[in-house]
């Protein structure tokens, strides 16, 4: 597999339940990010690891729970989510988070309905 | 508080050109980058200006006034796979991406 990738693509959950969304890069960087993309607002991010550490938590709720286990993959932990919380979570990646011209590879991102 | 803004749709005919806007009011600048998203589909990379003035990359061409805090991105000889949303992004002093909300361009035949 090249680029980054995201499983599941769809989810749907109850607001009781508990899942986990996985993110993998196969480009050897070493940073990666969680977006938050609703319709018609921008992407929020959400959380930021950049070698393993992580950077950047923008006040996300603590029913959004990251891991980053290694510098290719990174989970996003959910529990007892609320309705608002249906979105498009993407994951991206980059060299590292620090340099100006940083490009991110975004992956197809989870689509999550929560009920 | 850090703002971009650019329109929140736009039609165009296909073989025409159109430019897409994008304003921003940030904390420090390092950088605005220009991402197409296809419905249902992951942001990808266009282009990237740090320095004033024009950067031209095929069909795609992106401009950049750091001192009128101003982008555009000016697509040539559209094509229907030209129809998708096209997002501008700002790196603010903390290197982190600020994101506008996307822009929606629509070709007509």
């Known amino acids: 597999e090249t680029g980054v990738t995201q499983t599941p693509r769809h989810l749907v959950m109850g607001m009781t339940n508990k899942k986990s969304l996985k993110c993998e890069q196969h480009?050897?960087?070493?940073?990666m990010y969680w977006y938050k993309q609703s319709a018609k607002k921008p992407l929020e991010l959400m959380f930021v690891y950049n070698f393993k550490e992580q950077t950047e938590n923008n006040s996300v709720p603590s029913r959004f729970s990251p891991e980053c286990p290694n510098s290719s993959h990174l989970f996003l932990h959910l529990h007892t989510l609320q309705p608002e919380d249906s979105a498009l979570y993407l994951c991206?990646?980059?060299?590292?988070?620090?340099?100006?011209?940083?490009?991110?590879?975004f992956g197809p991102g989870t689509r999550l309905t929560v009920l | 508080g850090q703002n971009i803004d650019q329109p929140t749709e736009m039609t165009a005919t296909e073989g025409a050109i159109v430019q897409i806007n994008c304003t921003y009011q940030?904390?420090?600048?390092?950088?605005l980058f220009w991402y197409q998203q296809h419905a249902g589909e992951a942001p990808t990379f266009l282009s990237y200006?740090?320095l004033d003035g024009l950067e031209e990359k095929g069909r795609f061409s992106s401009f950049l006034s750091r001192s009128k805090g101003y982008s555009y991105l000016l697509l040539k000889e559209l094509q229907m796979k030209d129809s998708a949303s096209y997002l501008c992004?700002?790196?603010?002093?903390?290197?982190?991406?600020?994101w506008g909300a996307g822009t929606k361009l629509i070709i007509k035949p």
């Open positions: 940030t904390s420090g600048f390092n950088g």
């Open positions: 200006n740090v």
């Open positions: 991206a990646s980059s060299q590292d988070g620090t340099s100006p011209y940083n490009e991110q590879f």
């Open positions: 992004a700002v790196r603010d002093s903390n290197y982190q991406l600020i």
């Open positions: 480009l050897g960087h070493n940073a």
